[in-house]
């Protein structure tokens, strides 16, 4: 008989199945400007239109500049780019009393520069209710499993900007130990990925993604699976699902966990 595992790569709760908790999205701009460009407008809607955001949910919203000009340049204009963001989303039906802060953080320190700053720093942060769903099992056969074959990981979620893992990745978590517990032969290779392609965007100065990658590992390794079938890596933007990544949709689609098959 073959053996079926279920993998729930959805959002599950403490209470009946569901939790309270936030996401962050981010949205980016041009090299000293607060104006939105129309491939930004474009994706809040579409997530305006999905109810990924929703008339209802308290938003925060934080904007950041790229290291390049003074203080007093970068502050105000990340302070502009969070308030672009909350008269766009207010002129689309928000409440401002939801919109609980607006504020600019000024620049992003990096180790290394570059002339033209970097991309992926001028943005802004929009972090808002996470209104869980029914999970949606996939169905996991693994006996079919191909050795070098990758599994994504769709509810592994960390804190913005850290290694942390938010709490709604039990679930998922779980899920792969479960998979890890019942095929004993089953090796793996836990691979962490970043966003943000070209010259500087994404380099991965302070390896997040193996960072990413080895909460995975850790989590395993401390629930009773030997080190001896797990390894992990920080692959960077080198492996992107979108290879041209310029809106945050795409952002959200290379910025993941997979499981890369070693053994069975």
Same mark, same amino acid.
């Given at each position: 008989m073959k053996k079926i595992i279920l993998l729930c790569f959805t959002v599950l709760g403490a209470m009946g199945g569901f939790a309270q908790s936030y996401d962050t999205m981010e949205v980016h701009f041009g090299?000293?400007?607060? $104006? *939105?460009a129309q491939t930004t407008s474009d994706f809040l809607d579409k997530m305006i239109l999905k109810g990924v955001l929703a008339p209802g949910k308290k938003l925060m919203l934080v904007g950041y500049a790229d290291y390049l000009g003074s203080k007093e340049h970068n502050n105000p204009l990340s302070e502009a780019r969070a308030k672009a963001i909350k008269d766009y989303l207010v002129k689309s039906g928000f409440d401002p009393k939801d919109i609980t802060s607006c504020i600019g953080k000024g620049k992003i320190n990096r180790a290394d520069t570059a002339s033209e700053g970097f991309a992926a720093d001028r943005k802004v942060q929009i972090i808002f209710d996470h209104i869980p769903v029914k999970p949606t099992p996939t169905v996991i056969d693994v006996d079919k499993l191909k050795v070098n074959e990758t599994i994504k990981l769709n509810n592994i979620f960390f804190v913005g900007g850290t290694a942390t893992i938010l709490p709604d990745s039990q679930p998922e978590l779980d899920n792969l130990l479960h998979v890890?517990?019942?095929s004993k032969r089953l090796t793996i290779k836990i691979e962490g990925h970043i966003?943000?392609?070209g010259p500087k965007e994404g380099v991965d100065n302070n390896n997040l993604s193996g960072r990413r990658a080895k909460a995975v590992y850790?989590? *395993?390794k401390s629930n009773g699976i030997s080190e001896r079938r797990l390894t992990y890596e920080g692959v960077g933007n *080198?492996?992107?699902v979108v290879k041209a990544d310029s809106t945050e949709e795409d952002h959200i689609k290379n910025r993941r966990?997979?499981?890369r $098959?070693?053994?069975k």
């Open positions: 090299k000293n400007t607060s $104006v *939105l890890m517990q019942s966003c943000c392609m850790d989590f *395993l *080198l492996n992107p966990v997979e499981i $098959v070693i053994s």
